[in-house]
């Protein structure tokens, strides 16, 4: 019954309203429709008292309308509804705000900072994971801005860039991958429905991957969804994502740097778990055999076992 109350306080608000709008409606008497002056016997259309000019005659024979009251009735049928939604929607006080104002907080209060080019810049922006379990709904709204954040680093720092994805630049880009998915991965658990502030970036990529019509950009944007797709968990919906473009898996396969082979061994897997899953939609790259001689002599000890998981996995299952 209290639930009901604040709609019966816009009900009323609304009648008001419609009250106000309709004026009173003697239409007899020939009057200035600002100030209400009797203008019978006066010739022409402006008004001696306040001096305002009607355009057309008809103007004269206007209701009175009750500006003042239609206003104000206006103001409090939307307070008493926003009243009503703040009792009506459940969760935390970040729930009931509107999404573009809680936005506008989250901009000021951790602005997003550009694309980190250092080891301390990286490092400041690793989200705060303490806050993501927070019983305070503002730390919560707060971490998922900072995921956020180092989502469009990751986003911009590949998509600044123009022409095909070169090795000089991978080592970076997959440092900010990393830390983009590792950080997005754990939205996925979020019970609280604040999951939409890191899901932004993600429909940014999507729209310029869409509307371009430069192929390397496709294929930079490519790259950016089919990640954040494969940990967001979205890969159920449309089965090719998830796997990134097979450009960037021989590249990182065949790179230096150890962090971008394990970051390719690991692609790989992700690529060989949904050939499983979805046999006909997804095409397993031509890298297996890449992966089988790092598992028998990468240098690195790390890589060299992540690339036995994924054979034993993809002999497992006969992946070719
Ligand atoms: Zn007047």
């Known amino acids: 019954m209290m639930i009901l109350l604040p709609l019966l306080g816009v009900w009323a608000c609304f009648m008001v309203v419609l009250w106000a709008k309709r004026g009173d409606g003697r239409r007899d008497l020939r009057r200035c429709p600002r100030c209400w002056y009797s203008m019978d016997g006066q010739a022409g259309l402006k008004c001696p008292e306040c001096g305002y000019a009607a355009r057309i005659e008809s103007e004269l024979f206007q209701p009175r309308s009750h500006r003042g009251v239609f206003r104000a009735g206006l103001v409090v049928m939307v ?113 609280h429905g604040e999951g939409w502030i890191s899901d932004v970036v993600k429909m940014d990529v999507a729209r310029v991957r869409a509307n371009s019509s430069d192929p390397w950009v496709k294929l930079r944007a490519e790259w950016v969804l089919s990640d954040l797709q494969y940990v967001g968990g979205d890969y159920s919906h449309r089965m090719d994502w998830g796997v990134i473009p097979e450009e960037v898996l021989q590249m990182s396969l065949a790179h230096s740097d150890t962090n971008v082979r394990l970051y390719g061994v690991d692609r790989v897997g992700v690529a060989a778990r949904l050939k499983l899953m979805t046999p006909r939609k997804t095409q397993f790259p031509q890298v297996g055999d890449l992966v089988r001689q790092m598992a028998a002599s990468d240098p690195d000890l790390g890589v060299r076992r992540r690339a036995k998981d994924v054979v034993s996995y993809m002999e497992a299952f006969n992946i070719k």
Do not use: C
């Open 79 to 191: 307070m008493t509804a926003a009243a009503w939604m703040w009792m009506v929607i459940p969760g935390a006080w970040t729930n009931k705000v509107p999404r573009f104002a809680l936005r506008i907080a989250l901009n000021m209060a951790e602005p997003y900072r550009g694309v980190p080019r250092t080891r301390t810049e990286i490092d400041q922006s690793v989200p705060n994971r303490q806050w993501m379990t927070s019983e305070v709904a503002w730390s919560r709204v707060l971490w998922q801005q900072q995921v956020n954040n180092v989502m469009r680093q990751w986003a911009d720092a590949v998509m600044e860039k123009s022409g095909p994805i070169t090795a000089e630049e991978l080592p970076h880009l997959v440092e900010l991958a990393n830390l983009a998915n590792e950080s997005y991965v754990q939205t996925g658990g979020l019970a």
